[in-house]
């Protein structure tokens, strides 16, 4: 926490995954300072020895709140979830909310790790493009045929969940991998009606402190 007693949140921009927790803490209407850790200049801002202090995976997101730091999305997120409830992320009914940590799961690691910037970087370069696109429409093929009968409005039912903080980011890594979304149609109108909430596009990408001033919209 800063001295103002702000919670910290260590940031890079283009990060998925640091986009899932920027998402809940707008939700939540949670004040943060942003430290941004460009994954790329310097090598690697999370190489630092300072950075690895505070984060021995060497990862973003990390958010430091009520005096302890705490490391991966998901867990920052159920985090937020117990002690600052509204509004719900998780669904009262066990069964929706296994599918709601099931879905989560599925994004945050069965998609998003096999295309991260580490793996892409031990792919090669040639490689990169195909390796990510492959990735992500297997993931998709499976998330697909999931959120036809999970889906209302949004990923579970009709309130916005944890699962649509992974959604969202992943749809948009998909876009950045040239990945042809036309066979997700449950998908793609799901990622539409949540861009246009409020959360989603103050968290966005192109809107944070750190966006290079040729990707800020």
Not at 3 to 11: A, C, F, V
Not at 74 to 102: C, F, G, H, N, W
């Amino acid at each position: 926490m800063t001295e103002s007693g702000k919670p910290i949140l260590y940031s890079y921009f283009r990060s998925s995954c640091s986009w899932r927790v920027r998402i809940a803490l707008a939700l939540k209407g949670i004040d943060y300072e942003t430290v941004p850790i460009n994954l790329i200049k310097d090598g690697g801002q999370q190489f630092s020895k300072d950075f690895q202090a505070l984060n021995p995976m060497k990862q973003v997101p990390t958010l430091k709140i009520d005096g302890i730091t705490i490391h991966q999305s998901l867990a920052i997120i159920e985090y937020l979830e117990e002690m600052r409830p509204t509004p719900r992320l998780l669904p009262q009914d066990p069964k929706k909310r296994a599918s709601v940590r099931m879905i989560s799961d599925l994004i945050a690691g069965g998609i998003q790790p096999l295309q991260n910037l580490s793996v892409l970087k031990q792919v090669g370069e040639e490689m990169q493009l195909t390796w990510a696109q492959n990735a992500i429409t297997c993931g998709f093929n499976a998330l697909e045929q999931i959120l036809q009968s999970t889906a209302g409005i949004y990923c579970v039912g009709d309130e916005v969940t944890m699962a649509d903080l992974c959604l969202v980011p992943q749809v948009a890594n998909a876009e950045r991998f040239k990945v042809d979304l036309t066979p997700y149609p449950t998908i793609s109108s799901i990622n539409k009606r949540l861009l246009v909430l409020e959360a989603f596009q103050v968290s966005h990408p192109c809107r944070q402190p750190d966006t290079p001033t040729e990707l800020r919209a």
